[in-house]
């Protein structure tokens, strides 16, 4: 026995493990985007038949759940398919043409862009249908503004982050080169999409607990006495209903693990691995492509009633057919 510690991580082991990194997480995006693609197109075609056939769901605050399909579509029929083979090109020849790239950077800051104002903005206007139901022309002066304005905005936030943001992790690693030599790293998600997810996700909390508040204090007018002291034992009951506390301490394991690693070639593997989980959130973020018309069917019964029925006919003209 020579007595020599064997190295944890050798050059054989470190090309197997990358290479099972790789399949692996082209798998998974190419699963995500295929299934969100096609699924998605299938359910945005749908919400918008919906509208179009069904009297009912021609309101103006459903004018807004027509743009927010029409851009899922868009995000389906562009975004997924360019980040897909964005994926596989780069597997096989190491990066992508720069017009690939460019378009996507374009395609995804744009899609995003639109997709988080016009939910902001149907939440907002879904409390003014409950607050004010009667202002009518109102809201339909509003949305005919709101509907072009985040378009022209999302325009306008693509070009800048064509022009000055173009070190997203997806568009480093088009070009084939790693993201931690680079001076600057991932600006649009710091400092553009995470302010205006922000932003919108505030707006739509905020419009959707005036709504829960307002309706409350309709059904409080409604209700007797006799029924109301009922909701004052449930005051009493929820404050005692608190939530467990879980410390996570994952996030200081790993970074303490990746530091105890001295061979260099573990170190490249970890580093793979969190490029790769970079470009499979950008994948797992299209999936609202496809989540935004199962929500509509879930809590909307015209839009669910309206999907049975077409999704009758389309079995009925499937079997003429055959």
């Not at 309706?215 to 449930?234: A, T, Y």
């Amino acid at each position: 026995m020579s007595g020599e510690p064997t190295p944890a991580w050798d050059s054989g082991n470190n090309t197997i493990w990358e290479k099972y990194i790789d399949i692996t997480f082209i798998v998974a995006n190419s699963l995500i985007l295929l299934i969100t693609s096609l699924v998605g197109i299938a359910a945005n075609i749908f919400v918008i038949l919906a509208v179009f056939q069904q009297k009912s769901l021609q309101t103006w605050n459903n004018a807004l759940v027509v743009n927010l399909a029409f851009i899922d579509i868009l995000r389906c029929v562009i975004d997924c398919p360019i980040l897909l083979s964005i994926v596989l090109i780069v597997y096989q020849r190491g990066h992508v043409d720069e017009l690939i790239c460019d378009t996507q950077v374009a395609s995804f800051s744009f899609s995003c862009c639109v997709q988080l104002l016009t939910l902001a903005c149907i939440s907002a206007e879904r409390y003014q249908a409950i607050a004010q139901p009667f202002k009518t022309t109102q809201r339909r002066r509003r949305i005919m503004v709101l509907i072009p304005l985040t378009w022209t905005i999302a325009i306008l936030v693509a070009v800048f982050c064509l022009i000055f943001v173009k070190d997203s992790p997806v568009h480093v690693k088009c070009k084939g080169s790693q993201g931690v030599t680079s001076s600057s790293y991932d600006t649009f998600g710091l400092y553009m999409l995470f302010p205006l997810w922000a932003a919108c996700f505030a707006v739509i909390i905020g419009f959707y607990a005036r709504i829960f508040t307002l309706v409350r204090s309709h059904n409080r007018k409604i209700f007797d006495k006799g029924i109301f002291s009922l909701s004052k034992i449930e005051k009493t009951e929820d404050p005692q209903k608190k939530e467990e506390s879980v410390a996570v301490g994952n996030g200081q394991g790993k970074s303490e693990q990746t530091q105890t690693l001295s061979n260099s070639a573990a170190q490249v593997v970890l580093i793979k691995i969190i490029w790769h989980v970079e470009i499979l959130s950008v994948s797992v973020a299209c999936i609202t492509s496809l989540s935004n018309p199962i929500i509509y069917a879930a809590v909307n019964p015209q839009f669910r009633t309206e999907f049975f029925k077409l999704k009758n006919r389309a079995k009925s003209i499937f079997n003429k057919k055959l």
